[in-house]
């Protein structure tokens, strides 16, 4: 499911209702462990993500559920924001954020795994 807002995609997943709350702490990887293989999770392009006017984009899925986002830009930059809005008026304070060599930040909540391949 995706929608836009404002000038903002989002892209979110819904957790099926009988899946376990594991409770384990977000995971960030550059990509050494990862095997591309979407059968586990969602996986996204980089260049498919459609940036508001800031070139910001918000990700939100199920806590559960790992995302691997695929990228040709190098990774300039990762960690937490603080307080900010994007142009299209969402408050991502707070959220892991990933600063790209094409221009375009990545924000997701801290419980979304996000691998880096």
Do not use: W
């Not at 960030?28 to 980089?46: E, H, I, K, P, R």
């Amino acid at each position: 499911m995706s929608k836009l807002v404002g000038d903002e995609m989002i892209i979110g997943v819904s957790r099926p209702e009988n899946s376990p709350d594991s409770g384990e702490p977000a995971t960030m990887s550059t990509g050494d462990d990862a095997n591309g293989d979407d059968s586990d999770g969602l996986v996204l392009q980089l260049a498919d993500l459609v940036p508001d006017g800031a070139g910001e984009v918000a990700l939100y899925a199920g806590k559960d559920l790992p995302v691997s986002l695929l990228s040709d830009a190098p990774l300039l930059d990762a960690g937490v924001a603080d307080t900010h809005v994007t142009a299209s008026g969402l408050d991502v304070s707070g959220h892991r954020l990933y600063r790209f060599a094409n221009g375009i930040t990545v924000y997701c909540p801290e419980a979304l795994r996000i691998t880096l391949l």
